[in-house]
């Protein structure tokens, strides 16, 4: 399975980005896709998850009501729709997939996470 993150990019505080990442190779398959981010001098945090079948969403408190993870399984791709941006949005962003059948309280953790794609940078700055 390959990962392709893109969309990344610069926007003022209160503005909004939507980042992709599309898989290709091995997806078939009740997997989970999710978006995790890397601010500098900090570790990796969970951002959104999306089970690809059941539509099961998971967010992290900190984005909740500013983000959203909308999906197109035709195309094998999610989205990371960020509204209302803030400064400490500030990351790299990874998405990353897994073919388990994560159960809603695990679509969170990192090590779940067999997949991930190259890392694209969002930067929150007036």
């Known amino acids: 399975v390959q990962l392709q993150a893109s969309g990344g990019g610069l926007a003022q505080p209160g503005g909004s980005l939507r980042l992709s990442c599309a898989a290709s190779g091995r997806t078939a398959g009740d997997y989970v896709m999710g978006w995790f981010r890397q601010a500098p001098g900090k570790e990796r945090e969970f951002v959104a998850a999306?089970?690809?079948?059941?539509?099961?969403?998971v967010y992290a408190d900190s984005v909740k009501g500013r983000f959203t993870i909308p999906r197109d399984n035709a195309e094998n791709t999610v989205y990371l729709q960020m509204n209302s941006l803030k400064p400490e949005d500030t990351a790299v962003h990874y998405c990353a997939m897994t073919a388990r059948r994560l159960i809603i309280t695990a679509m969170g953790l990192e090590r779940m996470y067999h997949y991930w794609g190259q890392g694209t940078q969002v930067t929150v700055s007036s």
């Open positions: 999306i089970r690809r079948r059941e539509n099961n969403k």
